[in-house]
T-cell receptor
Framework: QQQVKQSPQSLIVQKGGISIINCAYE??????FPWYQQFPGKGPALLIAIRPDVSEKKEGRFTISFNKSAKQFSLHIMDSQPGDSATYFCAASPNAGNMLTFGGGTRLMVKP | KAGVTQTPRYLIKTRGQQVTLSCSPISGHRSVSWYQQTPGQGLQFLFE???????NKGNFPGRFSGRQFSNSRSEMNVSTLELGDSALYLCASSSQGPGSEQYFGPGTRLTVT
């Protein structure tokens, strides 16, 4: 079964701290790995994405680390802010189409 | 550019009825995908349309169907509604071929009573 396992389910971080969310996959056909942020009552918003040809990608306070051999990838949010409090989803998609398989989500709370 | 729009935003239906949801992708985007989001099952892929053709389909019963029009707008239909179909239905559009960035709309909240 094509699965993406995400951990932790919930995370509490102090303002200014680093939030780290991890994902693991099994399907080697996956070659596109985006992260989405979702606020209550809204659709998921694309944050940052990576492909397997690079091991790290950084955009502002958000960094994806990718380990192809371990089939794992993670999202780091530096200098976490209360406005970052949301649910984060990792996802993966094969090259054959735009069919995202999502992780279970991580509810992040950043305390002021 | 305007984002992905979905109509209606909220819908209440009764078991056994059918429902049609609509999605207008970002201008210029030719791929439209549909997802179901529930607290229990999370985000699950329903199907993808590209240039009016269904390119991929998820593991959902035949009661779930969709189509795409020549202007890339898409509709999904659920027939013989069940209580378990209550969910947030999300549409995502992308500009290129496979493996391109997908942008989600706000979703349609369907409640089946």
């Amino acid at each position: 079964q094509q699965q993406v396992k995400q951990s932790p389910q919930s995370l509490i971080v102090q303002k200014g701290g680093i939030s780290i969310i991890n994902c693991a996959y099994e399907n080697t056909a996956f070659d596109y790995f985006p992260w989405y942020q979702q606020f209550p009552g809204k659709g998921p918003a694309l944050l940052i994405a990576i492909r397997p040809d690079v091991s790290e990608k950084k955009e502002g306070r958000f960094t994806i680390s990718f380990n192809k051999s371990a089939k794992q990838f993670s999202l780091h949010i530096m200098d976490s802010q209360p406005g970052d409090s949301a649910t984060y989803f990792c996802a993966a998609s094969p090259n054959a189409g735009n069919m995202l398989t999502f992780g279970g989500g991580t509810r992040l709370m950043v305390k002021p | 550019k305007a984002g992905v729009t979905q109509t209606p935003r909220y819908l209440i239906k009764t078991r056994g009825q059918q429902v049609t949801l609509s999605c207008s992708p970002i201008s210029g985007h030719r791929s439209v995908s549909w997802y179901q989001q529930t607290p229990g099952q999370g985000l699950q892929f329903l199907f993808e349309y590209f240039s009016e053709t269904q390119r991929n389909k998820g593991n959902f019963p035949g009661r779930f169907s969709g189509r795409q029009f020549s202007n890339s707008r898409s509709e999904m239909n659920v027939s013989t509604l069940e209580l378990g179909d209550s969910a947030l239905y999300l549409c995502a559009s992308s500009s290129q071929g496979p493996g391109s960035e997908q942008y989600f709309g706000p979703g349609t909240r369907l409640t089946v009573t």
